[in-house]
């Protein structure tokens, strides 16, 4: 059954991806006169300017920046994590031998907000039969501010090292930790 919900939604993501293949030509697109003017710098340090033309080079970037950039995040129980959002994704399953793979996929909200999705797939190999669980951390990531901020639990778990399930009372609206967003 697992795999078949795995299989569906790789199935939706593909197909999103050639939705937007699909769409065209992102520099066709005119800029709104009201889109701000801000800069994120690629990997090699050339600005992109945050317009609507070039949409798919920002969105790569900000799915770069989730998973590769080193962040350092000190959790409530004090310590200290470093390593992408990706990799902070991970700490929160609290199982560092587990084998895992992710995939990062981000939305263009408009003007310079994104949201940015964290699918994983972890294997316990401790149990026996291994056990395999998918996590969603799910973040907003600002341009402008080059900062990421959580949006689901999981994302507030790998941010602050507060599970909102384990509070007391729990948070509705951050608990279950891999729950989707429904929107902005």
């Known amino acids: 059954m697992n795999r078949i919900l795995l299989a569906v939604q790789l199935g939706a993501v593909c197909f999103c991806l050639l939705l937007m293949a699909a769409c065209g030509d992102d520099e066709e697109t005119p800029t709104p006169a009201?889109?701000?003017q801000a800069t994120t710098p690629t990997?090699?340090?050339t600005p992109i300017p945050a317009t609507v033309s070039g949409i798919s080079t920002r969105g790569?970037?900000?799915?770069?920046?989730?998973?590769?950039?080193?962040?350092?995040?000190?959790?409530?129980?004090?310590?200290?994590?470093?390593?992408?959002i990706s990799d902070l994704v991970f700490e929160t399953f609290g199982k560092p031998d587990a084998g895992h793979g992710h995939r990062v996929?981000?939305?263009?909200?408009?003007?310079?907000s994104w949201q940015v999705t964290i699918f994983m797939r972890v294997v316990d190999y401790s149990t026996d039969p291994s056990t395999e669980y998918s996590l969603q951390g799910?973040?907003?990531?600002?341009?402008?501010k080059a900062e990421f901020t959580a949006?689901?639990?999981?994302?507030?778990?790998?941010?602050?090292?507060?599970?909102?399930?384990?509070?007391?009372p729990s948070d509705p609206i951050y608990c279950p930790l891999d729950k989707e967003l429904e929107g902005p």
């Open 60 to 84: 790569e970037e900000v799915e770069r920046l989730a998973n590769e950039v080193e962040q350092q995040v000190t959790w409530e129980d004090g310590t200290t994590h470093k390593g992408s």
């Open 138 to 144: 799910e973040f907003y990531y600002d341009e402008e």
């Open 34 to 36: 009201t889109s701000p």
């Open 43 to 45: 990997e090699d340090g």
């Open 105 to 112: 996929v981000a939305r263009w909200l408009g003007d310079s």
């Open 151 to 168: 949006a689901n639990g999981r994302g507030l778990f790998a941010l602050t090292g507060q599970n909102p399930c384990e509070a007391d």
